[in-house]
Protein backbone atom coordinates (compact mmCIF):
# COMPACT_ATOMS: atom_id res chain seq x y z
CA UNK A 1 0.00 0.00 0.00
CA UNK A 2 1.45 3.20 -0.90
CA UNK A 3 1.52 6.05 1.90
CA UNK A 4 0.05 8.57 0.04
CA UNK A 5 -3.04 6.42 -1.31
CA UNK A 6 -5.24 7.64 1.20
CA UNK A 7 -4.79 11.13 -0.33
CA UNK A 8 -5.16 10.07 -3.95
CA UNK A 9 -8.17 8.53 -2.95
CA UNK A 10 -9.63 11.86 -1.25
CA UNK A 11 -8.65 13.64 -4.70
CA UNK A 12 -11.53 11.03 -6.34
CA UNK A 13 -13.76 12.61 -3.59
CA UNK A 14 -12.40 16.53 -3.38
CA UNK A 15 -15.02 17.59 -6.04
CA UNK A 16 -18.24 16.41 -4.93
CA UNK A 17 -17.23 18.11 -1.19
CA UNK A 18 -16.36 21.41 -2.75
CA UNK A 19 -18.73 21.14 -5.08
CA UNK A 20 -21.72 21.08 -1.81
CA UNK A 21 -19.91 22.98 0.26
CA UNK A 22 -21.43 26.26 0.44
CA UNK A 23 -25.17 24.94 -0.28
CA UNK A 24 -24.47 22.96 3.45
CA UNK A 25 -23.12 26.03 4.59
CA UNK A 26 -26.17 27.98 3.67
CA UNK A 27 -28.86 25.75 3.99
CA UNK A 28 -27.21 24.03 6.90
CA UNK A 29 -28.23 21.01 5.81
CA UNK A 30 -26.11 17.51 6.42
CA UNK A 31 -23.94 16.88 3.46
CA UNK A 32 -24.85 13.51 2.20
CA UNK A 33 -23.88 13.78 -0.65
CA UNK A 34 -20.07 14.49 0.38
CA UNK A 35 -20.41 11.89 3.11
CA UNK A 36 -21.71 9.27 0.92
CA UNK A 37 -18.79 9.94 -1.09
CA UNK A 38 -16.39 9.75 1.66
CA UNK A 39 -18.29 6.25 2.70
CA UNK A 40 -17.68 4.58 -0.52
CA UNK A 41 -14.06 5.92 -1.33
CA UNK A 42 -13.08 3.69 1.37
CA UNK A 43 -11.27 6.14 3.70
CA UNK A 44 -14.72 5.34 6.34
CA UNK A 45 -11.95 2.39 6.99
CA UNK A 46 -8.73 4.34 6.98
CA UNK A 47 -7.46 3.45 10.64
CA UNK A 48 -9.61 0.08 10.34
CA UNK A 49 -7.68 -3.17 10.58
CA UNK A 50 -6.78 -4.95 6.86
CA UNK A 51 -7.86 -8.30 7.62
CA UNK A 52 -11.02 -6.52 8.21
CA UNK A 53 -11.01 -5.02 4.88
CA UNK A 54 -9.49 -2.06 6.16
CA UNK A 55 -6.58 0.49 5.62
CA UNK A 56 -4.89 -0.12 9.01
CA UNK A 57 -3.01 3.39 8.63
CA UNK A 58 -2.70 5.39 11.77
CA UNK A 59 -3.44 9.20 13.33
CA UNK A 60 -0.98 10.89 10.88
CA UNK A 61 -3.16 9.82 7.61
CA UNK A 62 -6.15 10.43 9.22
CA UNK A 63 -5.17 14.11 10.42
CA UNK A 64 -4.05 14.28 6.64
CA UNK A 65 -7.75 13.27 5.45
CA UNK A 66 -9.28 15.82 7.54
CA UNK A 67 -6.84 18.49 7.12
CA UNK A 68 -7.79 18.13 2.84
CA UNK A 69 -11.61 18.25 3.77
CA UNK A 70 -11.63 21.24 6.03
CA UNK A 71 -10.15 23.20 3.22
CA UNK A 72 -13.27 22.40 1.02
CA UNK A 73 -16.16 21.98 3.86
CA UNK A 74 -15.68 22.36 7.76
CA UNK A 75 -19.00 20.31 8.48
CA UNK A 76 -17.76 17.63 6.50
CA UNK A 77 -14.38 17.90 8.23
CA UNK A 78 -16.21 17.38 11.32
CA UNK A 79 -18.11 14.74 10.80
CA UNK A 80 -15.48 12.64 8.96
CA UNK A 81 -13.11 13.40 12.21
CA UNK A 82 -15.76 12.51 14.65
CA UNK A 83 -16.43 9.41 12.72
CA UNK A 84 -12.89 8.69 13.18
CA UNK A 85 -13.10 9.44 16.59
CA UNK A 86 -15.82 6.97 16.77
CA UNK A 87 -14.20 4.66 15.05
CA UNK A 88 -10.88 4.58 16.86
CA UNK A 89 -12.32 3.79 19.98
CA UNK A 90 -14.92 0.56 18.46
CA UNK A 91 -11.81 -0.61 16.54
CA UNK A 92 -10.19 -1.16 19.93
CA UNK A 93 -13.50 -2.90 21.99
CA UNK A 94 -16.11 -2.88 19.63
CA UNK A 95 -17.85 -6.34 17.95
CA UNK A 96 -15.54 -7.65 14.45
CA UNK A 97 -19.60 -7.06 12.92
CA UNK A 98 -19.34 -3.42 13.35
CA UNK A 99 -15.73 -2.83 12.41
CA UNK A 100 -16.06 -4.82 8.95
CA UNK A 101 -19.23 -2.43 8.66
CA UNK A 102 -16.65 0.66 9.47
CA UNK A 103 -13.80 -0.75 7.19
CA UNK A 104 -16.61 -1.36 4.40
CA UNK A 105 -18.06 2.21 4.59
CA UNK A 106 -21.32 1.02 5.58
CA UNK A 107 -20.90 2.05 9.36
CA UNK A 108 -21.26 5.69 10.19
CA UNK A 109 -20.22 6.60 13.86
CA UNK A 110 -19.45 9.39 16.12
CA UNK A 111 -19.16 10.59 19.84
CA UNK A 112 -21.66 11.32 22.48
CA UNK A 113 -19.93 12.48 25.46
CA UNK A 114 -21.15 16.09 26.05
CA UNK A 115 -23.81 16.09 28.33
CA UNK A 116 -26.59 19.35 29.51
CA UNK A 117 -25.31 18.38 32.89
CA UNK A 118 -21.03 18.26 32.61
CA UNK A 119 -21.37 20.46 29.81
CA UNK A 120 -17.95 20.74 28.04
CA UNK A 121 -16.46 18.25 31.23
CA UNK A 122 -16.75 15.33 28.72
CA UNK A 123 -15.19 12.82 31.33
CA UNK A 124 -18.02 13.53 34.01
CA UNK A 125 -21.23 12.00 32.51
CA UNK A 126 -24.25 12.98 34.46
CA UNK A 127 -26.33 10.24 32.41
CA UNK A 128 -27.19 7.02 34.16
CA UNK A 129 -26.26 3.12 33.14
CA UNK A 130 -28.61 0.30 35.35
CA UNK A 131 -29.24 -3.71 34.55
CA UNK A 132 -32.49 -4.65 33.67
CA UNK A 133 -34.86 -7.07 32.52
CA UNK A 134 -33.39 -7.37 28.65
CA UNK A 135 -29.94 -5.83 29.15
CA UNK A 136 -29.06 -2.04 30.37
CA UNK A 137 -30.95 0.59 30.44
CA UNK A 138 -29.51 4.12 29.77
CA UNK A 139 -30.79 7.75 30.84
CA UNK A 140 -29.23 10.59 29.54
CA UNK A 141 -29.51 14.23 28.15
CA UNK A 142 -26.87 14.62 25.87
CA UNK A 143 -26.32 18.27 25.03
CA UNK A 144 -24.10 17.64 21.79
CA UNK A 145 -24.16 14.80 19.31
CA UNK A 146 -22.21 15.45 15.71
CA UNK A 147 -23.87 13.58 12.92
CA UNK A 148 -26.94 13.37 15.84
CA UNK A 149 -29.70 12.55 12.55
CA UNK A 150 -27.61 10.55 10.66
CA UNK A 151 -24.89 8.70 12.27
CA UNK A 152 -25.45 4.72 12.71
CA UNK A 153 -24.26 4.44 16.26
CA UNK A 154 -23.08 6.91 19.30
CA UNK A 155 -19.75 6.07 21.06
CA UNK A 156 -21.81 6.50 24.50
CA UNK A 157 -20.34 8.11 27.61
CA UNK A 158 -22.20 7.04 31.06
CA UNK A 159 -22.24 6.79 34.97
CA UNK A 160 -20.74 2.88 35.50
CA UNK A 161 -23.24 0.56 36.46
CA UNK A 162 -22.31 -0.52 39.41
CA UNK A 163 -17.76 -0.20 39.39
CA UNK A 164 -15.94 1.87 40.47
CA UNK A 165 -15.20 4.99 38.14
CA UNK A 166 -16.39 8.14 36.53
CA UNK A 167 -17.98 6.63 33.45
CA UNK A 168 -18.37 3.68 30.93
CA UNK A 169 -18.57 3.83 27.29
CA UNK A 170 -21.25 2.39 25.21
CA UNK A 171 -22.14 1.43 21.52
CA UNK A 172 -25.78 2.73 21.18
CA UNK A 173 -27.60 2.51 17.64
CA UNK A 174 -28.89 5.51 16.72
CA UNK A 175 -32.36 4.03 16.17
CA UNK A 176 -32.71 2.83 19.92
CA UNK A 177 -36.03 2.75 20.60
CA UNK A 178 -35.96 5.93 23.61
CA UNK A 179 -33.52 8.37 21.79
CA UNK A 180 -34.73 11.37 20.31
CA UNK A 181 -32.95 14.08 18.46
CA UNK A 182 -34.10 17.26 19.50
CA UNK A 183 -34.79 19.96 17.21
CA UNK A 184 -31.89 21.15 14.43
CA UNK A 185 -28.84 22.82 14.36
CA UNK A 186 -28.78 26.62 13.05
CA UNK A 187 -25.31 27.81 14.10
CA UNK A 188 -23.45 29.85 13.61
CA UNK A 189 -20.42 27.85 11.91
CA UNK A 190 -20.19 24.04 10.85
CA UNK A 191 -23.69 24.65 9.76
CA UNK A 192 -23.83 21.06 8.19
CA UNK A 193 -22.79 18.99 10.87
CA UNK A 194 -26.03 17.63 12.60
CA UNK A 195 -24.44 18.63 15.68
CA UNK A 196 -27.26 18.81 17.98
CA UNK A 197 -28.85 17.26 21.60
CA UNK A 198 -30.37 13.82 22.04
CA UNK A 199 -32.58 12.78 25.13
CA UNK A 200 -32.59 8.94 25.92
CA UNK A 201 -35.61 7.60 28.18
CA UNK A 202 -35.39 4.23 29.08
CA UNK A 203 -33.26 3.30 26.27
CA UNK A 204 -32.38 -0.52 26.34
CA UNK A 205 -29.15 -1.79 24.77
CA UNK A 206 -27.12 -5.50 25.25
CA UNK A 207 -24.86 -5.34 28.18
CA UNK A 208 -22.20 -6.82 25.51
CA UNK A 209 -22.42 -3.45 23.80
CA UNK A 210 -20.39 -2.28 26.65
CA UNK A 211 -16.30 -1.01 25.23
CA UNK A 212 -14.06 -1.58 27.13
CA UNK A 213 -14.47 -2.08 31.06
CA UNK A 214 -17.21 -1.09 33.41
CA UNK A 215 -16.06 2.08 35.31
CA UNK A 216 -12.76 2.06 32.63
CA UNK A 217 -14.49 4.79 30.42
CA UNK A 218 -11.57 7.78 31.81
CA UNK A 219 -9.07 5.55 30.86
CA UNK A 220 -10.43 5.03 27.68
CA UNK A 221 -11.26 8.96 26.88
CA UNK A 222 -8.01 9.92 28.02
CA UNK A 223 -5.50 6.72 26.54
CA UNK A 224 -8.07 6.13 23.16
CA UNK A 225 -10.02 9.61 22.74
CA UNK A 226 -8.30 12.22 23.64
CA UNK A 227 -4.98 11.93 21.32
CA UNK A 228 -6.52 11.09 18.08
CA UNK A 229 -9.42 13.34 19.07
CA UNK A 230 -6.83 16.33 19.95
CA UNK A 231 -5.33 15.45 16.69
CA UNK A 232 -7.90 15.60 14.44
CA UNK A 233 -8.94 18.64 15.79
CA UNK A 234 -5.58 19.93 15.20
CA UNK A 235 -6.27 18.98 11.65
CA UNK A 236 -9.65 20.38 10.89
CA UNK A 237 -8.02 23.79 11.86
CA UNK A 238 -4.80 23.70 9.84
CA UNK A 239 -7.08 22.60 7.11
CA UNK A 240 -8.79 26.03 8.08
CA UNK A 241 -5.84 28.46 8.07
CA UNK A 242 -4.34 27.15 4.93
CA UNK A 243 -7.68 27.42 3.04
CA UNK A 244 -7.97 31.18 5.03
CA UNK A 245 -4.20 32.13 4.18
CA UNK A 246 -4.40 30.39 -0.21
CA UNK A 247 -7.65 32.95 -0.59
CA UNK A 248 -6.54 35.84 0.88
CA UNK A 249 -2.96 35.26 -1.38
CA UNK A 250 -5.18 34.77 -3.99
CA UNK A 251 -7.02 37.80 -3.55
CA UNK A 252 -4.52 40.22 -2.80
CA UNK A 253 -2.43 39.12 -6.17
CA UNK A 254 -5.11 39.73 -8.17
CA UNK A 255 -6.84 42.75 -7.16
CA UNK A 256 -5.83 46.60 -6.88
CA UNK A 257 -6.29 49.89 -7.62
CA UNK A 258 -7.22 50.46 -10.99
CA UNK A 259 -6.58 54.55 -10.90
CA UNK A 260 -3.22 53.68 -9.23
CA UNK A 261 -2.35 50.99 -11.48
CA UNK A 262 -1.17 48.53 -8.57
CA UNK A 263 -2.67 45.49 -6.89
CA UNK A 264 -3.09 45.20 -2.90
CA UNK A 265 0.18 42.92 -2.60
CA UNK A 266 2.15 45.88 -3.79
CA UNK A 267 1.46 47.45 -0.33
CA UNK A 268 4.07 46.62 2.15
CA UNK A 269 1.07 46.37 4.82
CA UNK A 270 -0.45 43.95 3.20
CA UNK A 271 2.30 41.82 2.13
CA UNK A 272 3.25 41.87 6.34
CA UNK A 273 0.10 40.63 7.32
CA UNK A 274 -0.11 37.51 4.27
CA UNK A 275 3.21 36.69 5.84
CA UNK A 276 1.90 36.79 9.60
CA UNK A 277 -1.19 34.30 8.42
CA UNK A 278 1.91 32.34 7.15
CA UNK A 279 4.17 32.25 9.16
CA UNK A 280 1.29 31.58 12.44
CA UNK A 281 -0.21 28.25 9.88
CA UNK A 282 2.93 26.73 9.49
CA UNK A 283 3.87 27.46 12.68
CA UNK A 284 0.81 25.14 14.16
CA UNK A 285 1.06 22.97 11.72
CA UNK A 286 4.58 21.96 12.63
CA UNK A 287 3.22 21.44 16.43
CA UNK A 288 0.52 19.72 14.93
CA UNK A 289 2.79 16.87 13.57
CA UNK A 290 4.79 17.27 16.04
CA UNK A 291 2.28 15.95 18.35
CA UNK A 292 1.52 13.05 15.81
CA UNK A 293 5.35 12.00 15.80
CA UNK A 294 5.53 11.83 19.75
CA UNK A 295 1.98 9.77 19.44
CA UNK A 296 3.97 7.39 16.83
CA UNK A 297 7.17 7.31 18.46
CA UNK A 298 5.76 6.80 22.40
CA UNK A 299 7.91 9.88 23.51
CA UNK A 300 7.70 11.17 27.29
CA UNK A 301 6.48 14.15 26.26
CA UNK A 302 3.59 13.30 24.08
CA UNK A 303 0.22 14.34 26.50
CA UNK A 304 2.14 17.65 26.55
CA UNK A 305 1.86 17.56 22.99
CA UNK A 306 -1.54 16.18 22.59
CA UNK A 307 -2.71 18.78 24.89
CA UNK A 308 -1.31 21.81 23.06
CA UNK A 309 -1.78 20.85 19.61
CA UNK A 310 -5.66 21.37 19.43
CA UNK A 311 -5.46 24.51 22.04
CA UNK A 312 -2.73 26.11 19.12
CA UNK A 313 -4.62 25.25 15.79
CA UNK A 314 -7.60 25.99 17.58
CA UNK A 315 -6.68 29.49 18.94
CA UNK A 316 -4.40 30.26 15.75
CA UNK A 317 -7.39 29.35 13.40
CA UNK A 318 -9.50 31.92 14.58
CA UNK A 319 -6.26 34.48 14.60
CA UNK A 320 -5.02 33.21 10.77
CA UNK A 321 -9.12 33.52 9.46
CA UNK A 322 -10.07 37.14 11.17
CA UNK A 323 -6.46 38.08 9.29
CA UNK A 324 -7.87 36.78 6.17
CA UNK A 325 -11.38 38.65 6.99
CA UNK A 326 -9.32 41.78 7.60
CA UNK A 327 -7.03 41.94 3.92
CA UNK A 328 -9.62 41.17 2.15
CA UNK A 329 -11.89 43.23 2.98
CA UNK A 330 -15.70 44.21 1.84
CA UNK A 331 -15.06 40.94 -0.35
CA UNK A 332 -14.48 39.18 2.56
CA UNK A 333 -17.94 39.50 3.43
CA UNK A 334 -20.03 38.12 0.71
CA UNK A 335 -20.72 34.40 1.10
CA UNK A 336 -19.76 33.34 -2.68
CA UNK A 337 -16.50 34.17 -1.88
CA UNK A 338 -16.02 31.83 1.01
CA UNK A 339 -14.12 33.85 3.25
CA UNK A 340 -16.36 34.13 5.99
CA UNK A 341 -17.32 30.67 6.14
CA UNK A 342 -13.70 29.58 7.04
CA UNK A 343 -13.94 32.46 9.53
CA UNK A 344 -17.28 31.05 11.34
CA UNK A 345 -16.04 27.85 11.20
CA UNK A 346 -13.09 27.75 12.59
CA UNK A 347 -14.65 29.87 15.79
CA UNK A 348 -15.99 26.08 16.73
CA UNK A 349 -11.98 25.31 17.53
CA UNK A 350 -11.64 26.87 20.31
CA UNK A 351 -15.33 26.20 22.12
CA UNK A 352 -15.84 22.42 21.23
CA UNK A 353 -14.67 20.04 24.43
CA UNK A 354 -11.95 19.91 25.86
CA UNK A 355 -12.34 24.11 24.75
CA UNK A 356 -8.85 26.13 24.74
CA UNK A 357 -9.11 27.61 28.16
CA UNK A 358 -9.25 23.99 29.57
CA UNK A 359 -6.62 22.69 27.16
CA UNK A 360 -4.53 25.61 28.88
CA UNK A 361 -5.45 24.70 32.21
CA UNK A 362 -4.37 21.05 31.82
CA UNK A 363 -1.23 22.17 30.32
CA UNK A 364 -0.59 24.38 32.90
CA UNK A 365 -1.06 21.61 35.60
CA UNK A 366 0.92 19.49 33.85
CA UNK A 367 3.89 21.65 33.76
CA UNK A 368 3.56 22.38 37.40
CA UNK A 369 3.27 18.80 38.28
CA UNK A 370 -0.46 18.63 39.24
CA UNK A 371 -3.04 16.20 38.06
CA UNK A 372 -4.33 17.16 35.22
CA UNK A 373 -7.77 15.41 35.90
Not at 109 to 129: D, V
Not at 147 to 158: F, L, R
Not at 266 to 294: G, Q
Request: net charge negative; proline share 3%; hydrophobic share 40%.
Amino acid sequence: MSDQQHLELFKSIAPTIKENAIGVDGEGEFPRQSVDAFLGSGLAGLISATDLGGMGRGPRAAVEIVEQIAQLCGSTAMIVQMHYAGAHVLEAFGPETVRKDIAAGKHLTTLAFSEKGSRSHFWAPQSTAKRVDGGIQLDAHKSWITSASHADSYVWSSQPVAAEGMSTIWMVPRGSKGIDVLGTFDGLGLRGNDSQPARAEGVIIPEANMLGEDGSGLDIMLQTVLPLFNALMGGVGSGFMQAATNATIAHVSRTGYAHLGNELRDLPTIRAYVARMKIKSDAARALLFDAISAMENGREDTMLRVLQCKAVCGETATEVTDLAMRVCGGMAFRKDVGVERIFRDARAGTVMAPTTDQLYDFIGKALTGMDVF
